[in-house]
């Protein structure tokens, strides 16, 4: 009897992974919304908007951009108009900074329609005082990247950063940035507690290659001081793009471009730092 009952579990199993196929869900084709992706700092310099237009969610083509966009960012005193580059749905402001408390207006007017948003920051991000390489004592052949920082205590301070290797950065897509409220450190120092980034000495594979710091490099951190509804995107847009297999269908993230429901994307207004150092393996 126990042999008969060993014998129906494995011709169950037989049969349970052999029934086993993929399956692709019949999603219906989604509506095309414009994308719009971008904003300005409180640096002086060129900020870039860029439009294109969203894909279905199983097409793996690049987006199609949205050229020949009439695209206007007014303070309420001062008038902006973008400027398109050799770059198609890449458009660029004229040289100026944004200012602190200031709330910027945003208006596209494309073929898919007029659209528009507004934003602003409401604080200056304090400046990166120092910054420290150091081997990571949780990853053998890693290097953590950390600053010192302090944060305003009389404010709720939300931060995202980019880190850039000889003026070339590393985290340059939306799902690399690094990013955190000020809850663990509200009022004190972001030091070498909380590293920003994570490099390797020795690459393992050609794949690698970027991720390692070699002798010598200049090391950049930019950080922004930015708003709690562009925090919240930035989660929401790494939870839509999560591979977990168990969770449940991917929502679009929340998003500040009008008419509502026509558009996606985020237009922010950010405080901007920065500060360098020249990477010397014997200082580590």
């Not at 199993?13 to 919304?33: A, G, R, Y």
């Not at 809850?183 to 004190?188: D, K």
């Amino acid at each position: 009897m126990k042999l008969k009952k060993i014998l129906y579990f494995i011709i169950s199993i037989f049969f349970l992974v052999s029934c086993v196929e993929d399956i692709t869900l019949p999603l219906k084709n989604s509506t095309k919304m414009l994308v719009v992706e971008g904003g300005i700092t409180t640096d002086t310099m060129s900020h870039k908007i860029m439009l294109s237009l969203s894909n279905d969610f199983y097409d793996t083509a690049k987006p199609v951009a949205v050229s020949a966009a009439i695209i206007t960012l007014s303070d309420g005193e001062n008038n902006y108009t973008l400027t398109e580059t050799d770059t198609a749905g890449t458009y660029r402001t004229p040289v100026f900074a944004a200012k602190i408390g200031k709330t910027y207006r945003l208006d596209i007017h494309c073929s898919e329609g007029d659209f528009w948003s507004e934003a602003s920051i409401a604080y200056q991000i304090n400046p990166i005082d120092s910054m420290l390489i150091k081997d990571n004592p949780r990853r053998d052949g890693y290097l953590s990247l950390c600053i010192f920082l302090k944060d305003q205590a009389e404010i709720q301070n939300f931060y995202m950063g980019k880190v850039a290797v000889n003026d070339t950065l590393r985290n340059d897509t939306i799902n690399r940035y690094f990013y955190t409220d000020d809850m663990l450190f509200n009022g004190r120092y972001i030091d070498d507690n909380f590293p920003v980034y994570s490099f390797k000495k020795e690459p393992k594979g050609e794949r690698d290659d970027y991720r390692v710091l070699r002798p010598n490099s200049k090391v950049t951190v930019l950080a922004y001081g930015i708003s709690k509804d562009y925090y919240n995107f930035l989660i929401e847009v790494n939870s839509t793009s999560s591979t977990n297999p168990f969770m449940g269908p991917p929502a679009p993230p929340r998003s500040n471009i009008f008419p509502a429901g026509k558009a996606c994307g985020f237009f922010y207004v950010m405080s901007a730092t920065k500060q360098s150092m020249i990477y010397l393996p014997e200082d580590n």
